[in-house]
């Protein structure tokens, strides 16, 4: 008779994935159970897109098109700035859950289990990048219903917007991670990753850079947020780029590289 077979041992790499697979799950979890954090912060972006349409909307359309834009002008070119300025404020959220996770504990309890070590980590990247793009399908709903349309764009335009959308929610999240584990609380981790919601305000979001004082102009075109509004804004509306993609992924590439390095070099730290 035959010696049955024994089970094959599991590789490290499926070891990872299923352990990145159960803390996915986790943070999923936690967020359905405390859905309060993530409308808190999506009410910033959606107010903000209100407001600028509706009350300040035919004031801010003069900054458009030489001064002759419309309000529906003014939202085609809104809405791409915000749905950038919602993955900023959604990666506020990613820094308190990091904290909270540190402050009670359960990142301790974690270290002391037989599970791969990357995937508590990658776990919550890779819940709060889901969070991100349903926040971002969320706030363009809104978008396309009072008015901003995408009708010149092709189909290979759009997948190249969503994997810019993407890209540039995981070197947030990335960032967001570091931004946690460094702080004491959750309030901290909230404090410290407010330019992430800040820089969209003095980025090119509302107006061109052009309407600008000429003084503010480098500060706003010298920043992430810019160039990834401008190729967004380019590949939704077929308006000119540049410059601006290459750009736009040079500093997503730079800045999840430094929140990765960041992140893990933090969290492999034995604790004190």
């Not at 189909?155 to 460094?182: C, I, Q």
Request: net charge neutral; charged share 10%.
């Amino acid at each position: 008779m035959s010696t049955p077979l024994a089970p094959a041992r599991p590789t490290r790499i499926s070891l990872a994935v299923r352990d990145s697979s159960t803390m996915l799950r986790r943070n999923l979890l936690h967020a359905r159970r405390y859905p309060s954090l993530t409308l808190n912060l999506l009410l910033t972006p959606v107010m903000l897109l209100l407001l600028f349409v509706y009350i300040f909307g035919e004031t801010m359309s003069a900054g458009i098109g030489g001064g002759g834009a419309d309000r529906s002008e003014y939202i085609a070119y809104l809405v791409p700035g915000v749905l950038m300025m919602t993955i900023g404020s959604t990666a506020i959220g990613t820094a308190v859950s990091v904290a909270m996770d540190m402050n009670e504990g359960i990142i301790a309890r974690f270290r002391t289990l037989a599970i791969h070590r990357g995937s508590v980590l990658i776990g919550h990247v890779l819940g709060s990048v889901l969070q991100a793009i349903m926040s971002v399908v969320f706030v363009g709903a809104i978008g396309v219903a009072i008015g901003f349309r995408s009708t010149d764009a092709t189909a290979l335009e759009w997948l190249a917007a969503f994997g810019l959308l993407v890209l540039f929610t995981l070197a947030l999240t990335w960032l967001a991670v570091g931004m946690g584990l460094v702080s004491p609380n959750a309030e901290a981790a909230s404090n410290q990753a407010m330019p992430l919601i800040f820089l969209p305000l003095i980025s090119s979001t509302f107006v061109p850079i052009d309407a600008m004082p000429g003084w503010f102009q480098p500060i706003a075109e010298y920043q992430p947020f810019t160039p990834a509004i401008e190729t967004l804004r380019g590949l939704l509306l077929g308006t000119e780029i540049g410059n601006n993609g290459w750009i736009a992924i040079a500093w997503c590439l730079a800045l999840a590289v430094l929140g990765y390095r960041w992140s893990t070099s933090k969290f492999n730290q034995d604790p004190k």
